[in-house]
């Protein structure tokens, strides 16, 4: 099928009357949209709940750690009693 062709089979189909739509179909694709729309909301909204909480957690266990403090040398006994 070359290009004239296939202009011509495209023409063709865009020419034709369109098929009416069955109207008991819009009713169920608006209970579709609604589904998955408050699907996505529910998951976004615990996606950020999630998130929130990731950041406390790591938030606590920073200011509990520190890992920015270097530890105390291990390597020498203290002096004590001079």
């Given at each position: 099928m070359n290009r004239r062709e296939r202009e011509a089979a495209v023409r063709r189909l865009m020419e034709q009357a369109a098929k009416p739509v069955p109207p008991e179909l819009y009713d169920e694709v608006v209970r579709r949209g609604t589904r998955v729309l408050r699907r996505r909301r529910l998951a976004r909204w615990l996606l950020w709940l999630v998130l929130c909480a990731a950041v406390v957690a790591f938030t606590v266990w920073a200011a509990r750690t520190q890992p920015w403090v270097e530890p105390p040398?291990?390597?020498t006994?203290?002096?004590?009693?001079w």
């Amino acid at each position: 099928m070359n290009r004239r062709e296939r202009e011509a089979a495209v023409r063709r189909l865009m020419e034709q009357a369109a098929k009416p739509v069955p109207p008991e179909l819009y009713d169920e694709v608006v209970r579709r949209g609604t589904r998955v729309l408050r699907r996505r909301r529910l998951a976004r909204w615990l996606l950020w709940l999630v998130l929130c909480a990731a950041v406390v957690a790591f938030t606590v266990w920073a200011a509990r750690t520190q890992p920015w403090v270097e530890p105390p040398s291990r390597t020498t006994p203290p002096l004590t009693g001079w």
